[in-house]
């Protein structure tokens, strides 16, 4: 099967004979330390000052193939955990840990050209933002520009591996789930991949657009910037909720099936209660109340299982998570227009 550009760069993170962290922040130390050594070369700083925001801007590719990495290990987890509630055998199941870890090869290409886009734009639409003038020189500008559209280019194939993860969670749901509406817990397994990808999708987001504001004080977003950012936290939102529809739309479905079930069942015994009664064996109807208890009983239980495929911590978790240091650095932004420098 052909491998996409993305899945080439973690399995070679894989490969390296160092551990996942240490290759990263390698990494990292090997880009501050070859920017540092550009802008001395091209008296961009006077030795030792140096460049931050080409550095802050290099560690969101770093963070999201960790990122990817991570989410590829908890969505093989999250299967394992749904595992006792699938109709699949364990090579049907296989063949599902190594889809969840793919990226289709044409969905990941589709990054390149429109995160250089996205890239380009943002460096030459807020200039200022990036510390660059008009007279630096243009191996300052060509630095720059590439880790810009590498980070575009990074956080795309970020997305698009987790569209196409998340439409098989939810192909899985629709297709292999069998559901036990008293044996709930297994089809939660998936809420925390899902959870957890659109709080790296608003971590990263607001996250970084705090870190650079403090490198760059009066930072100004560039419009292909804002647009690119409010896309990602549509984005991250939609990865919680979107995948996890079809398996709602089951389990509300086994639940209106069972309830009729147990409505049918207290209907019958309330009859025969009726019955009787009206037969005047008062004795036997009062025998028979224990089964409409019981019936009740049935039915109250059903009608209080809780249709929606996750834990109620995990959603109050990622509400939190996304829209606190939302919140915060709105409130941030506000203060520092309406308040003196």
Not at 37 to 65: C, E, K, N, Q, T
Not at 93 to 110: F, H, N, S
Request: aromatic residues 8%; contains cysteine.
């Amino acid at each position: 099967m052909r491998r996409s550009w993305l899945e080439w760069l973690t399995d070679l993170v894989d490969a390296a004979p160092a551990s996942r962290w240490l290759v990263y922040g390698g990494s990292l130390a090997i880009w501050a330390f070859l920017t540092a050594v550009i802008g001395w070369s091209v008296a961009m700083r006077p030795f030792p000052d140096f460049v931050l925001s080409p550095v802050v801007a290099a560690m969101f590719p770093v963070i999201l193939l960790w990122s990817t990495q991570v989410l590829d290990r908890v969505a093989v987890r999250s299967l394992a955990a749904l595992s006792p509630a699938l109709d699949l055998d364990a090579t049907q199941i296989d063949a599902l840990v190594r889809e969840l870890r793919r990226t289709p090869p044409g969905w990941a290409l589709l990054a390149v050209p429109v995160g250089l886009a996205a890239g380009i734009g943002g460096v030459l639409g807020s200039p200022e933002g990036w510390e660059l003038q008009q007279g630096d020189p243009a191996a300052t500008w060509a630095l720059t520009l590439a880790v810009s559209c590498a980070g575009m280019i990074v956080a795309l194939g970020f997305v698009v591996h987790a569209v196409h993860q998340l439409r098989l969670v939810d192909d899985i749901h629709r297709r292999s789930v069998t559901i036990d509406l008293f044996r709930l817990e297994p089809l939660y397994a998936f809420a925390k991949l899902t959870s957890l990808t659109g709080m790296t999708l608003v971590g990263i987001v607001v996250g970084g657009t705090f870190i650079v504001s403090i490198v760059v004080p009066n930072l100004e977003l560039a419009p292909t910037d804002v647009v690119t950012f409010g896309f990602l936290l549509l984005v991250a939102v939609a990865c919680f909720i979107v995948p996890l529809l079809g398996l709602h739309d089951r389990i509300e479905a086994e639940k209106d099936r069972r309830l009729a079930e147990a409505q049918t069942t207290l209907a019958a015994a309330l009859a025969e209660v009726r019955r009787r009664i009206a037969a005047g064996d008062m004795d036997g109807a009062a025998r028979v109340n224990d089964a409409v208890a019981a019936a009740n009983t049935g039915v109250l239980v059903v009608s209080r299982v809780s249709t929606w495929p996750w834990r109620a911590e995990t959603f109050r978790g990622f509400l939190s998570a996304v829209f606190l240091p939302i919140g915060l650095w709105l409130v941030i932004t506000l203060l520092g227009r309406l308040l003196p420098a």
